[in-house]
């Protein structure tokens, strides 16, 4: 059972790259989200998509941007990466958005020098 | 004003002993949810436990219950018979609605050590 699987594992750019973060569920589930968790901080939302073909800005969407691909994948964009976007980034789904509990990837640590 | 709170920065326990992880919440929705989270060393976040705002009986997952009470506006997640795997940090989160659109806030954690 792989549930949600992010990639890359681990990252660095410099300032001014861009790149993409790939996430992708085998559960069928409706609704997939991207958060960051900063050091000493719970997780922030980024963006969330109730459903395929719709999106939603979180609580700190600046600087990012996404496309749910299909049911499966939704890829989050750093088009000019900044160093506070330096940040451990995970993907969730779940069934659909509001009642059900989130199943998360591993993770990708992203560090932008 | 913080959504969620999470007073106990770090919390050691006894094995076998219980623990109560202290949450309160802030919204206007009436119909809201709250989680709570284990994040071990590893980093991966894990589903523990679910309350709804119009549940009526407390939440319980195995060794996990959710001391729900409304009118306090607090989610308090009780862990019994804690184990040594059971150190890791805990995020109590929520989730409220405005006009359509979704929010899910999480708190800052507690981590939990329990000693042998």
């Known amino acids: 059972n792989a549930g949600v699987t992010q990639t890359p594992k681990f990252q660095v750019l410099k300032t001014g790259q861009s790149m993409t973060l790939q996430c992708a569920q085998d559960?069928?589930?409706?609704?997939m989200y991207w958060y960051r968790q900063d050091p000493g901080m719970g997780l922030r939302l980024i963006y969330y998509s109730a459903s395929e073909g719709t999106t939603d800005k979180g609580e700190v969407p600046n600087g990012y941007n996404v496309s749910r691909l299909n049911k499966r994948e939704f890829s989050l964009r750093l088009e000019s990466a900044a160093p506070s976007q330096t940040s451990v980034y995970f993907c969730?789904?779940?069934?659909?958005?509001?009642?059900?509990?989130?199943?998360f990837g591993d993770g990708t640590r992203l560090s932008i020098l | 004003a913080q959504k969620i709170t999470q007073t106990q920065p770090g919390m050691f326990v006894q094995e076998k002993e219980a623990v109560t992880l202290d949450c309160t919440y802030d919204t206007s929705d009436p119909s809201y949810g709250l989680f709570w989270y284990k994040q071990p060393s590893s980093g991966e976040m894990i589903f523990l436990i679910y309350q709804g705002s119009y549940d009526q009986q407390n939440a319980t997952e195995g060794r996990y219950s959710l001391n729900f009470q409304k009118a306090r506006k607090s989610a308090n997640l009780v862990i019994s018979a804690s184990q040594l795997g059971d150190s890791a940090m805990y995020f109590c989160a929520m989730r409220e609605s405005t006009s359509g659109t979704y929010k899910y806030i999480f708190g800052t954690g507690t981590r939990l050590k329990v000693l042998a």
């Open positions: 969730a789904s779940s069934e659909r958005v509001g009642y059900q509990p989130q199943h």
């Open positions: 559960m069928n589930h409706n609704s």
